[in-house]
Nanobody, 124 residues
Framework: QVQLVESGGGSVQAGESLRLSCAVS????????MAWFRQAPGKEREFVGR????????SYADSVKGRFTISRDNGQNTVFLQMNNLNVEDTAVYYC?????????????????WGQGTQVVVSS
């Protein structure tokens, strides 16, 4: 059984940064494509970005490109989401996930396992 535990959420001011972590247990982490999604109040869950296994390709939603960076540490079985220059529209619950493929559609249908989520609140 694969388990994912996110951490690092919190409340920040617009323009500030946060770094989310997602610790993964079970299976072989280094072979997983990992993704981040988020869900704002009253909205559907949306794709944020993903990172493949080696060579660790990344792709991002247009709304976060240039501000967010996904990385991974296979020795720690952890994936990170560095979020810079946050704005109020980034307020959401952030979820990490194991997805089927780096090349598949950017939606929840590709998710094999979910974390429980971590709240991020950005105030102006």
């Amino acid at each position: 059984q694969v388990q994912l535990v996110e951490s690092g959420g919190g409340s920040v001011q617009a323009g500030e940064s946060l770094r989310l972590s997602c610790a993964v247990s079970g299976g072989t982490f280094s072979t997983y494509t990992m993704a981040w999604f988020r869900q704002a109040p009253g909205k559907e869950r949306e794709f944020v970005g993903r990172i493949s296994r080696a060579p660790e390709l990344t792709s991002y939603a247009d709304s976060v490109k240039g501000r967010f960076t996904i990385s991974r540490d296979n020795g720690q079985n952890t994936v990170f989401l560095q979020m810079n220059n946050l704005n109020v529209e980034d307020t959401a619950v952030y979820y990490c996930a194991v997805v089927s493929s780096f090349w598949g559609p950017r939606n929840s249908n590709e998710v094999n396992f979910w974390g429980q989520g971590t709240q991020v609140v950005v105030s102006s």
